[in-house]
């Protein structure tokens, strides 16, 4: 399928590794020139490259922490004077520390808020007026499947991260019809941190191999094992297609159906 956005530009936030990474391989692959976007410079540029070898659009990397707000001001012009505007924003940003509720004190709280939800905002609001023009774009958060389900252990994420779903649903109809707003809600993925907790894990002697570990997370999976990172990207940059023209104000969860949400 031609997802029909060659040429197209697209910012992707955190994506030096894990989701994001995946997001902006996949965009790239269509033939979108992307900006990716991570805190440690080196870390970026190794994943820049590692983008490029998939892309058949230009490949673009942008330090900056979505923390500070003039980081976020920088980066958004930074892809506009590079491209000449912007199609699609792809928000990701690192979990927050996990703990129950009476571990979590004040500042988690509002650290967990600026960085998942404040980071959005701003982004939004430096980017709209670019998403807006020439035919409108995209956006299209990446969340967790937390907002749909709380997860044990996870009291910031189960949440904060809920903000971030308001807030897509809201845009969806307020920057509508030039600009669709969805997000994307995963479950377990065999990203660079997974990997990591599963190799200590064999390590520590809780498994004999990877692979064992790997299907211990699998076995409350219904289809039996844990996602692809590319599986999210390639919807990523679905919903930033004209393909997914009638996709607006959605959270479509990504989990395998590990979840047992209705909803």
Known sequence: MDLQIDSNVALVTASSSGL???????????????????RDEDRLQDAVEDVREDATGEVVGYAGDLTV???????VDQTVEEFGGMDHLVTSAGGPPSGPFLETDEEDWYEAFDLLVMSVVRLVQ???EHLQADGGGTIVNIT??????AIDGLVLSNSVRMSVIGLEK???????PEVRANAVL???HETPRIQELVEQAVERGEYD???EGMDTRSSGIPVGEVGDPMGLGRTVAFLSSPESGYINGQAIVLDGGAG???L
């Open 20 to 38: 994001g990474k995946a997001s902006a391989r996949a965009l790239a692959a269509e033939g979108a020139n992307v900006v990716m976007n991570g």
């Open 69 to 75: 707000p003039e980081d976020i001001t920088t980066l």
């Open 126 to 128: 430096e980017s709209a």
């Open 144 to 149: 967790s499947r937390s907002v749909k389900e």
């Open 170 to 176: 809201t845009l969806s109809k307020e920057l509508a």
């Open 186 to 188: 995963p479950g377990t």
């Open 209 to 211: 191999s990877y692979e």
């Open 260 to 262: 047992s949400s209705n």
